[in-house]
């Protein structure tokens, strides 16, 4: 099991590696940064400067390991060269550093601490309203099975699945933001509970591809598990119909459920960066569109980061929890 | 096609919903522009805005069936045409997509190896991925992306589900007896390949395909929602939508119009390739 882990988190490293790389290539290499957030009207002098302060000038492999924080420090205007500027250190991701932004005059670090938890705001409102109405919808209509509350829902679902988040969501806001009034046309609110009322139509948008995925998954497991022999032993016995679909078949209908969570981390992240836009909610989804139009590679860099090592997390947990849940499951050693 | 499959087919009734949904699309994408004889790009202004700037309704000017869009082109044009732009993409995107893993899927699962196991493992990398963010930052760094270089660019990244199931499957028909019989035989590995494993495999590669289009339209269309996908002043029905939700308070219509054809081809895509499953593969 630890060795699983342990083999599990290696590639899970490997993995937002390879993907750091081809980012960081992409920024620095392909892209050019610095005429991007100078403007076409700066002079050769200020793209010089730029370049010196920012570590650019230096070969890529370099800055790259710089970035990592294995080679000293190349970036002139970061802390470490203001603290010491004969002998600057180290100013890397081992270090903690992420580089300074670009475009927004701060530490990458603390762009993002500031952008991270409105955007697991969002992801936890939203897993909750997957949750909430694709389980309970998925009972339903595996209680309800063949009835035109199953068929219809179901039907429901299967749109639900082809209706992308930029088609929902600017309904949404026209529906109940702007003819009903009922919710803030986009925005962050101020105060946790303002940003609980402006979050709920984005992550309610956010969550409706996923909770069409949950009810089709826990009406098939539910299906499934209500026909199997101790269910119909607990029948025997005389339990009331809830407790049999509660106790009995919830339990084990929910196991692939647990599985999709740890997926979900991933669509969340997708949906995310389309979701803020919509809503104009500051999160890392706004703030990653913002950083690559900008090419604030530094920023880029950041959020790919740590939007790659979610989604690696969320693979991970959701594989032990299964393991955990389910006493069939041995985890194996390939990493898929 | 084995005839027992088309059948199932056409008993499916939410299949030949898709089939009936993705026709009009396609129509519309690709018969529209010819029908329509206003360029999508030019702006009317004195006859499509009013004089507060408020973009006229559908059968208001004789000419302009829809009416004008935020910035008085019109309408009816740009859709026509941006289905036209957003299709394309997505069919040249899927295309290049089922070439490369069925060739992936097919050699891998045929081969085996360290050349397998070398190509999973960059499956797995790709599958891991932040695939928007990187695609967008791809298509952001291309300094004025032509059309073809976006689906390039979505072809490249997006083969991975359809190699591993292909992959599986070539496993599968390999172990068959015929196949060790046409080896037996003397048979070239090309001939066995297009021969036994293809025609195995390529069902399986139609129904996710299909899917994948409307995976490809999503994916398109919400670039273009970013404004990172298609440059304007093409249109695509991601940019429309973009641009209608601007106007949302006057003119509403001007983003349901993109979004409506939107759903209908995801949709559409999703019902067909759905039914095309159920009846390649009648026991899943």
Redesign the interface.
Known sequence: MIQYVIKRLG??I??VA??AV??FL??NR??APAVATLGPNAGPQQIQDFKRKNGLDQPLAVQFAAYLGVVPCVRQGSRAFKDHPDDPGYCGLLQGDLGDSFTHNEPVARVIAHRLPRTLLLGVLAIFFEIFLGVSVGILAAVKRNTWFDTGFMATA??G????T??TG??F??VFA?FFGWFPVGGYGEGFWDHVYHGILPAFTLAIVGAATYARITRSEMIETLRSDYIRTAKAKGLGPSTIVVKHGLRNALLPLVTLLGLDL?LL??GA??TE??FAWPGMGAL??QS??G?DAPT?MG??LV??AM??VG?LLADLAIAALDPRVRLGNE?? | MDPRAFRRFKKNKGALFGAFLVTIVLLVAFVGPFVSSQDPNEQYRTQLLTDEGVPRGPMVVPGHLLGGDTIGRDELARLLHGGAVSMQVAIFATALTVLIGLYVGVTSGFFGGLYDSVLMRLV??LL???????A???N???DNPALSALYVLLGLISWTTLARVTRAKTMQVREMEYVQAARALGLSRTRIVFRHVLPNVLGPAIVIGTTLV?QMI?VE??MS????GVQPPRASW?SM??E??EM??HA?RL??YP?AF??MA??GF??LG?GLRDAFDPKD
Do not use: C, H, K, T
């Open positions: 590639w899970a490997f993995v390879v993907v081809l980012v992409l920024m392909v892209g299967f749109l699945i082809s209706l992308p930029y088609v600017p309904i806001l026209l702007f991933s992240v997708a960066i389309i836009n919509i990653a569109i690559i139009v090419l880029v959020v790919v939007f790659s989604v690696q693979n990493p898929s | 797995d990398v891991s991925m932040p695939f928007l963010l990187v967008i930052a791809i952001r760094v291309v409307a999503i269309s919400a929602y970013l404004g990172l991601g939508l973009r209608g939700q949302m308070a509403p983003m349901l979004a939107i759903v995801v949709f999703n019902l759905e």
